[in-house]
């Protein structure tokens, strides 16, 4: 599958993700997804699935500790909007590389381990920046209220050029508004360029060697090759991903809480990663679209909707429809979401990119075997 | 010519009170093919272990090319010049044929560490090259796009084999090479071998089949718990009634 492929082919596929990106307010809009709020979720988590997977799908180590690094890239946003300047250039830039210095730190000291014990390891340390954030830390972190922008924050930069006002700022690009189709463009470059960054090492040497780690690293030992420092780079470069998608969350919504570092989070990325294939270039990114519209579409589906769903049907079978599908919308969309999960895991170990790939590979030889795909089918659209 | 390349000086290795080496003192000399024998748990792959840094000594050290290698890494003593071949093939199983073997050529060209994270893999056409160059050699070009783990058991280890030989190492250590072949796959290996015996390759052999090493070795070593019990030319050893008693009169087919 993975079979080297030539550079200009890459690039067309990066100009096809990059439309398909760009057009999602037009695309999205049948499907009741089209508002900038979740647009912006869904390229912001984009960003964290690709960065995610450089770590899980090529090296095999699967971390439970990344919302952390998604927490710190917030707060230090969130401290550039307060203390120097709206702009949210120089608050990415930090909230990257903020994350990239405590991925350096935990990732030392996890990647001591491997297998189960370094996912328990990365789930401590994780846990603990959630609990100091609570705790130790909240003069930074503002605790369980959040860090917010105040009317009365500093802004030293912003302050040397702009009016004083009496209302809170919004986080702007250079007097663009960050909030709405803005924001989401920004974020939508962010995430090609994230995506065109992890193509290039998907396809260069280091990537090959990060997939022989997953492979065997003990006969990449014997062939000569050094493990760790490679196992740190792709922990850091994943780690940034996260800082850089939690930056953007505090750009489109300049508020940072600690629940986001939370381990549910944590879980929450290893979801998007295998529900769409770990290991692939898209199927990650498939996965945090998926689970991101579930969360924010499904969960909000109620009866009087499934009442008009099922209205074509008689009264009793109405309401006995009604209430059997009611436990797997709204708040049961978690039922939905790990139905699914157990049928991909069990069916499609590859995620849904290998139901496609299943599916294309059917089709193609022609009319030969024309058994209908039923399963794969389902999960796919 | 009689450089000795490998030198192993009073070696012990007792794991929970078994005495798995007891002073064990080997010299392997350049451009030979040494064979170590010996029953089963006679310490055979305990001394391979002890030679590529999976195992330390208890006491005694292992000399490589004048520099002692006892207590580095597995990887640094593979970029020494050390390659080795398992018992059970091990291979990148999820990578390509070619991918297995470009893995390997990229580590003897850049080093234990070296990310080249935005160059192409298509680029690497030396790399390529050598890679397929090599395969065509083992018998093995044709299978360059399948997955590694989809070969049979036999190319598995001849893949392994490849992965040692792009790296043009100083020592190759053959942990069984044949073990589990049919006698067709023996043969070819045999072939395969001799052939890198042509180009002055120094290797070690552990082997049970007795065909393999009467065909190969120069020099062997009988191994019998953990002791060395006899050494010379295969002649000598044919001949030598410890090493009938201890080894050769069960194992002869």
Redo the contacts between chains.
Sequence with gaps: MMITRSPRHDMMMIGVFALVVLTMPIWLAPFGAAYPDLLQKFVIFGIMAVGYNILFGLTGYLSFGHAAFLGVGSYSAVWMFKLFTMNVIPAVIIGTLMAGVFAVVIGYVCLRRSGIYFSILTLALAQMCYNLAYSVLTPITNGETGLQIRPTDPRIIDAMFLEPTERVPTTTLFGIDMTGYGGFYFCAVALIITFFISVRIFRSPFGLKLRAIKSNQNRLNYTGINTRPYLLIAFVISGMYAGLAGSLLAVTDPLAGAERMQWTASGEIVLMTILGGAGTLFGPILGAWIIKYFENIFSAFNDGRLHEIFSFLPDTLESIAVGISAQFVGEGWHLTLGLMFMLIVIFLPGGLIEGFNRIVARLRPGQARRRAPAVEEKEAS | MDTVVLDVADVNKNFAGLQALSNVNLKIKEGKTHAVIGPNGAGKSTLLNVC?GRLQPDTGSVTFDGEIITGK???EI??AGV??V?QTP???????VE?NV???A???R????H????????S?TAIHDEALAVLEDLGLKRMR?MKAESLSRGDKRRLELA?CLI?HPRLLLLDEPTAGMSRHDTNQTIDVLKRIKERGMTKVIIEHDMHVVFSLADWITVLAQGAIIAEGPPEEIRGNPKVQEAYLGGAHE
């Excluded at chain 2, 091990?90 to 390509?96: G, R």
Aim: a negative charge; charged letters at 25%; proline letters at 5%.
């Design positions: 590529v890494k597995p990887y593979n970029q390659a080795r398992f091990e291979i990148f199983a999820d990578l390509s991918h470009m893995v390997a990229l580590a003897k850049d080093g234990s560490f990310p080249h994270a935005f160059r192409n893999l298509v690497e796009e992965m790296q």
